[in-house]
């Protein structure tokens, strides 16, 4: 049988608590490695906006056709914000693996617990905060949340971090203390010597 696309292009799944730092990481990550990682379109029901392409910033469809996927079990992750329905099915990250790039889902603790009953094969990296209080001084430095939202976000670190801790849950856990390093650990188990965990 022929492999699937994603056992070559075994997608890569980021997870953390909202300000250990996956975003500055990923970041640096396509830089260094131009080509190689893609991200899912997602679908929405919002409308277009004007040079948005289907299939290509979204896969827009309406309420009806996107809560019957949701039913389907199709969706990894979907949430309404303002009104309009978003989510990232299966089939859009097999998408990615098709096209010969790898998939960075950057998801939480749920999206995650819904990507290991599917057949992606993916890997699964956790980056910790080196403390809940370090954590808090960088949701606090980056400035971009109010009181109410940090508060929040610590709450919920919590039960990531529990999470995390489970056996079995992530193949990797990386502590984001000295940014270079964490950066480096990253790198390293992601390009995995260049097999960036293929199995095939
Ligand atoms: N090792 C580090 N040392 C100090 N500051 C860091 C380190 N890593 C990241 N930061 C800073 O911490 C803040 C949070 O990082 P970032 O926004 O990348 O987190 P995130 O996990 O992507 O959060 P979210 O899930 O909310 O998007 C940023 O201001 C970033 O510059």
């Known amino acids: 049988m022929a492999a699937l696309a994603t056992q070559i292009h075994r ?9 250990s730092g996956k975003s500055t990481i990923l970041k640096r990550l396509f830089a260094d490695h131009p080509d190689t990682f893609g991200f899912s379109v997602s679908h929405t029901t919002r409308s277009p906006r004007p040079g948005e392409q289907d299939g290509r910033e979204y896969n827009f469809t309406n309420q009806e056709a996107f809560l019957a996927l949701v039913r389907d079990g199709s969706f990894i992750e979907h949430a309404k914000f303002g009104g309009n329905y978003y989510g990232t099915s299966v ?5 990615v693996a098709e096209k010969g790039r790898i998939c960075v889902l950057d998801i939480e603790m749920e999206g995650v617990k819904q990507v290991k009953k599917t057949d992606l094969g993916a890997r699964f990296l956790f980056l910790s905060p080196p403390s809940l209080k370090i954590l808090e001084e960088r949701l606090r430095g980056r400035g971009t949340d ?3 939202s940090v508060k929040k976000r610590l709450e919920q670190a919590d039960k990531e971090m ?7 849950v992530h193949d990797r856990i990386i502590v984001n203390d000295d940014l270079n390093r964490a950066y480096q650990e990253v790198e390293e188990w992601v390009v995995d010597g260049g097999r960036f965990g293929g199995q095939v």
């Open 11 to 19: 997608p890569i799944v980021i997870s953390g608590p909202s300000g």
């Open 91 to 95: 089939e859009a990250v097999k998408d």
């Open 146 to 148: 109010d009181e109410e």
């Open 162 to 168: 529990a999470f995390a801790k489970e056996k079995g």
